[in-house]
Nanobody, 124 residues
Framework: QVQLVESGGGLVQAGGSLRLSCAAS????????MGWFRQAPGKEREFVAT????????YYADSVKGRFTISRDNAKNTVYLQMNSLKPEDTAVYSC?????????????????WGQGTQVTVSS
């Protein structure tokens, strides 16, 4: 069992930045790929970014590539999402998740444990 708690969301103007954190507890954090997903009102949950267990490999959705950066600190059992140049269309609830797969999985179904999410609102 893995427990995940996100923080760092909030209201920001377009062009601004936010840094999300996801603190994990429970089973060995460093053994799992971690991902960030988001869900806007009336839309399905979508993949944002993922990072391998070692941190050596990352993968991003095209919509955030070049603006968002995922990283992890296994000593602190925490994964981060640095979001720069935010746009109104980035507004959503952002959730982190752990996968029991290796590599950088992108499917929602590849992730087993999920946090409750943190709201990010970008005003125009």
């Amino acid at each position: 069992q893995v427990q995940l708690v996100e923080s760092g969301g909030g209201l920001v103007q377009a062009g601004g930045s936010l840094r999300l954190s996801c603190a994990a507890s429970g089973r060995t954090f460093s053994m799992y790929a971690m991902g960030w997903f988001r869900q806007a009102p009336g839309k399905e949950r979508e993949f944002v970014a993922t990072i391998s267990w070692s941190g050596a490999n990352t993968y991003y959705a095209d919509s955030v590539k070049g603006r968002f950066t995922i990283s992890r600190d296994n000593a602190k059992n925490t994964v981060y999402l640095q979001m720069n140049s935010l746009k109104p269309e980035d507004t959503a609830v952002y959730s982190c998740a752990t996968s029991t797969l290796s590599g950088t999985p992108v499917r929602v179904t590849s992730y087993k444990y999920w946090g409750q999410g943190t709201q990010v609102t970008v005003s125009s």
